[in-house]
Nanobody, 116 residues
C-alpha cells in the first residue's frame, strides 16, 4: 500500500524558513514523480514544485522560484521542500503527491502559517 506522510509544518515569522518532509512507504520515493502543492484558505490547490522520478529534474512555480527548493533523499525514502524568505501569502496546507503511470497518491497535508 502506497502512503505519503508530510511533516514539518508550523508557525513561522515572515522572512523565516521551514523544511517540510514527505516520507514514502510501500515503494521507494524515486519510483514516483513527486510534487509539492499548497492550498491557501479559500483558494484552489496550486502546484509549487516537482521532481521527476528518473533523473531528478526539478521545476518551480514562479511564486516560489528562488525561495523554495525541492529535494529527495532516497536512503530515507523522503522528499523535502526547503522554504526560505517565507511570506504571509505562503500560508496554507502543504501536500505532497506521488504519481506513477496514471495514479496519483496524496499525503494528508501539513499546515504552514506565516505570521508575526
Amino acid at each position: 500500500q502506497v502512503q505519503f506522510v508530510e511533516s514539518g509544518g508550523g508557525l513561522v515569522q515572515p522572512g523565516g524558513s521551514l523544511r517540510l518532509s514527505c516520507t514514502a512507504s510501500g515503494f521507494p520515493v524515486d519510483y514516483y514523480a513527486m510534487g509539492w502543492f499548497r492550498q491557501a484558505p479559500g483558494k484552489e490547490r496550486e502546484g509549487l514544485s516537482c521532481i521527476s522520478s528518473s533523473d531528478g529534474v526539478t521545476d518551480y512555480a514562479d511564486s516560489v522560484k528562488g525561495r523554495f527548493t525541492i529535494s529527495r533523499e532516497n536512503a530515507k525514502n523522503t522528499l523535502y521542500l526547503t522554504m526560505n524568505a517565507l511570506k504571509a501569502e505562503d500560508t496554507g496546507v502543504y501536500f505532497c503527491k506521488g504519481t506513477r503511470l496514471t495514479s496519483d497518491y496524496w499525503g494528508q497535508g501539513t499546515q504552514v502559517t506565516v505570521s508575526s
